[in-house]
Nanobody, 115 residues
Framework: QVQLVQFGGGLVQPGGSLRLSCASS????????MGWYRQVPGHERELVAT???????NYGDSVKGRCTITADNNGLSVSLHMNSLKPEDTAVYFC?????????WGQGTQVTVSS
């Protein structure tokens, strides 16, 4: 059974930074993708960043240049560092994992950017 457990989030002031972490268990290593998405009520889930097993990273257009995704322990955990946060970064952030069996999601964590 695959589990993705998220840590971090909360209230951040505009211009500030945050770090989200996600610890996975049960992911089949070898060929996988780990990453982060976010969702605002009434909108589709949006790509924030992904990290693939071959070391490639991909970022959503709205966060490019402000965001870094890193993976530790052979992809068993991923972290998302965001800076220069804006009110429009306010959303529920979800950790995502994919292996040859399917897609998996973390429990979601609220990030609110507000003064």
């Amino acid at each position: 059974q695959v589990q993705l457990v998220q840590f971090g989030g909360g209230l951040v002031q505009p211009g500030g930074s945050l770090r989200l972490s996600c610890a996975s268990s049960g992911i089949i290593l070898g060929s996988y993708v780990m990453g982060w998405y976010r969702q605002v009520p009434g909108h589709e889930r949006e790509l924030v960043a992904t990290f693939t097993s071959d070391g490639n990273t991909n970022y959503g257009d709205s966060v490019k240049g402000r965001c870094t995704i890193t993976a530790d322990n052979n992809g068993l955990s991923v972290s998302l560092h965001m800076n220069s946060l804006k009110p429009e970064d306010t959303a529920v952030y979800f950790c995502h994992g994919r292996d040859r069996r399917g897609d998996y999601w973390g429990q979601g964590t609220q990030v609110t950017v507000s003064s």
